[in-house]
């Protein structure tokens, strides 16, 4: 919750093939040559509104206010109204690495909650996929376990599993 809507690496692209995941579109569709695929106006619209890429990218000094933050919760779904939205960067992945947030997406759909709820519970589905798969990992390893502990807890490494990406798994 403290980190911004979109300040993950890549997190904007990597929500728009979360999105398409959770709509069971596995595979990403081609129009003009560019690699995307259908996503609802709401998302794109609450994407548009929290990041600004001219203001934020590698800017750390520039970030979103928690009023900004607050405005987003008022962005609804538009159902069935969508665009074609380019994610070519993501398009590659295997739609396995985006089951958690496209989870979390679903369950958001389900219950008709605002995009911005949305985003919030992918991410939570990264970070709850991260843990149990650390966990499982930690258990199973036959050596070095302290090693590997450490690891895990490096700050970063934390971070990029608690934002959508396809990271985490």
Known sequence: LITPPFQ???????FYR???IANVNFIPDVQNGVVGGDTDNGYIRLVRESFDDTKLFFQPNNTIDARTVTALIK????DN???????QATANYSPISYLAPATGIAIADVFGM???FALYLARFA????WIALSVL???????KRGALATILLIPMLIFQCSVI?????
Request: proline share 12%; with cysteine.
């Open 126 to 129: 990264c970070l709850f996929t």
């Open 75 to 78: 962005i609804k779904e538009t």
């Open 8 to 14: 993950g690496p890549d997190e904007p692209v990597h």
């Open 18 to 20: 979360a999105t398409q």
């Open 165 to 169: 990406s396809a990271d985490s798994l």
């Open 114 to 116: 605002p995009p911005l």
């Open 81 to 87: 109204e969508s665009t074609f939205i380019d994610f």
């Open 137 to 143: 990992a930690l258990k199973n390893i036959p050596v």
